[in-house]
Every structure is written in structure tokens, then in C-alpha cells.
């Protein structure tokens, strides 16, 4: 590993002054779960990591009639145990996915969302973008089927983003400045990136994720994995749903798949599908159907596709509260 600063600030303007605006230059640490392993490979190699898990503010859960705002340090395993959190099932059932004790002890929500790719060209030193034709030409079974057409075929890793988003999560980013504050809405956090130095996320070098807010809006929700097997592995294909149903029928819908493409990826062809109708089976099915019809699968994903069908029915399934037929 490459010998590095530490600072490790006790409030959020703290933080903003040690953060460098040259990307590269600092970077921030949280859980560490998925940096220290970049930097001891060096895929990363920061001049200083500046730890924010030393800021009270930075940790917790309120909640109000409006919604509830989790710190970005708050461990996986106190969202979870969270009562405010039993109104979103779908956030829930990806983090008890994730079946790592440690993972979950140790990530943060914030270290979840902002995580590196989880592509094996990018883990082993060919970068990002660069390692586009050898991914094109290599072994992509875990790449993306959408959103794949320019340099960028990672897909996004994080776990909770799919869930979080259909929810309509909000994002407040502090920064540059110590009076610079922002809020929007998580899905606009995500970015393909079109150079190497841009990175997932809109964030500039010295700005901080500071919190995450999920509205309350009655949304029935629920998120389905599809994966190898049990244990400690990120799912191949996953979906969550965020369902407004009025006497039985779906009003309102929003269906986000992750792993599938550089970004969460929203599908506008799967709520067309599902608004209007109830929640079926078939319907469910028609809706898994309409969100692969856009897929642009590489030369070794395509059984990807099928997964994404099936993620996407049975996330629907699970957030109305129907048997999914899955594990
Ligand atoms: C063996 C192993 C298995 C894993 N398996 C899974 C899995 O199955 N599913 C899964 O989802 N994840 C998995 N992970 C990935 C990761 O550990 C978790 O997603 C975890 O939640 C990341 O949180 P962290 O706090 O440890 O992040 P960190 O490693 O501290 O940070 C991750 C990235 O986010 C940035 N960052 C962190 N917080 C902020 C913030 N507030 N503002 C701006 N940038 C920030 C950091 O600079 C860094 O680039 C795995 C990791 C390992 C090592």
C-alpha cells in the first residue's frame, strides 16, 4: 500500500478542509470494507484518506412523519434493526442479502452507495474504461446488459441504490465550500462515467454524502436477488419495486434493477407495463417481460436477460405481498 496521510475530522467542515479538489488526491474512508482492498492493490492511491466515521453527525436514524434520514456512517446492521426502517422491506431484504456479518457490521450506507465497480478488469489494474474492448472481447458473464454501449460495461455494485432509489431517496451533498449544502434526489447521484477520472457518482473530490432520506409515501415495496447461492457474494441480477396500489390496482410504480448497467437502472417499460393493472402473476410476468426489451446483453451475459425477467416479476410479486416463487 502506498504510504498515505490520515486525518480522521470530528465535524463536517472539518472534513470539507482536508478534502482535496484534485481527483485522486484524498480520498474518504467510512467502513473501509471496499477501499482499504483498492488501496492495497493499488487501484487507489490516495496522498491522504480522510476517515469520516469520527463524525457524530454523519451517524444515525431520525425519523418523522415525513420520512426517515439515515447518517451516511450508519452501519448496514443498525439500519436494519432499525424499527423506523419495517415500512421499507425492500431496503431491508438487501441488506439481510448481503448474509456477511462482518460486511454488515462494518459498512456504511453511504460506503454502500458510493462503492467502486465490481468488475474484475477494473480490480486488477486495467481500469475502468480502458478495459473496454477486453471486456468486450473477455469474460463479461457479470457486466452489464444495459446502458453497455459506451466505454463503461461495469456494473453498478451497490446494493441498497435499486431499493433506496424506487423509494424516491433523496441525497444531501455538502461542499466544496463549508456553506455549500445540496439535496437531490438519489438517482441523479449515479453518472456514467466517460473518463477515467470521472467517477459513479456526480460527487467532486471535495464534496461529502452526508445523508440519505426515504420519504414516507405509502409505497408497498420489496426487493428480489437473483444469485449463485447463499453466502457473501453480490447477486447477479437484482430488482426492487415501490408500488402505489388503489383498490387493487397499481397507480403509481417504480421498478429500479440493479447489476445490470454502469447505474441503477430504472425501467420506464416495466411501469408502463405494471400501471393500470393488478398485481398478478401475469401481469408481474408481462412487466418482467417489457423491462429486458431494451437489453443489449455482451458476448457472454446474455443469460442475464432471463435473470433480469425474473428479478423484475418477483420483485413485483414481493412488494405486493405474493408468494415469488423464488428461494
Ligand atoms: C469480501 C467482500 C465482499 C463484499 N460483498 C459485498 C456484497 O455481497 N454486497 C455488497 O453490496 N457489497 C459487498 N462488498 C462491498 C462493500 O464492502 C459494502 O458495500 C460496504 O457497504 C461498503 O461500505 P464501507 O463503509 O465499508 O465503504 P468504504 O470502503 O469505506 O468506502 C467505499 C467507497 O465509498 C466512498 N465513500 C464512503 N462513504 C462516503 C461518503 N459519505 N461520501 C462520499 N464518498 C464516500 C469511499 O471513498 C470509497 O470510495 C464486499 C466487500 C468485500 C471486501
Known sequence: ???????????????????????????????????????????????????????????????????????????????????????????????????????????????????????????NGYGRLAAASLIADGDNRFHAIFGNEGAAKFVSASRLAPALVALGAEVRIIGPGSQDELFMPLASLFQTPRTEWQRETVLEPNQLLTHIRIPRQGAANGTYEVRHGEGPDYPLVAASAALRV????????????????????????????????????????????????????????????????VAVKRAILSAAGLETGGF
Open 246 to 309: 388503489e383498490s387493487g390496482i397499481v397507480r403509481q410504480a417504480a421498478i429500479v434493477l440493479g447489476q445490470v448497467a454502469p447505474t441503477p437502472w430504472f425501467s420506464a417499460d416495466a411501469v408502463r407495463a405494471i400501471v393500470g393493472r393488478p398485481v398478478t402473476e401475469v401481469t408481474a410476468d408481462a412487466a418482467g417481460e417489457a423491462a429486458i426489451a431494451t437489453a443489449t446483453p455482451l458476448s457472454g451475459n446474455g443469460y442475464k436477460v432471463q435473470l433480469a425477467k
Open 1 to 123: 500500500m502506498k504510504s498515505f496521510e490520515y486525518s480522521a475530522p470530528r465535524d463536517e467542515a472539518g472534513v470539507l478542509s482536508v478534502l482535496s479538489a484534485e481527483a485522486g488526491h484524498t480520498e474518504i474512508l467510512a467502513g473501509g470494507t471496499d477501499l482499504i482492498g483498492l488501496m492495497k492493490k493499488f487501484i487507489v492511491t490516495p496522498d491522504r484518506v480522510v476517515n469520516i466515521k469520527e463524525v457524530r453527525s454523519l451517524r444515525g436514524i431520525d425519523a418523522d412523519s415525513e420520512g426517515v434520514t439515515i447518517g451516511a456512517v450508519t452501519n448496514l446492521d443498525d439500519i436494519l434493526e432499525s424499527p423506523h426502517l419495517n415500512e421499507f422491506p425492500s431496503v431491508q431484504q438487501a441488506i439481510r442479502n448481503m448474509s456477511s456479518p462482518q460486511l454488515q457490521a462494518q459498512g456504511t450506507i453511504g460506503g454502500d452507495l458510493c462503492q467502486r465497480p465490481r468488475c474484475w478488469f477494473y480490480r
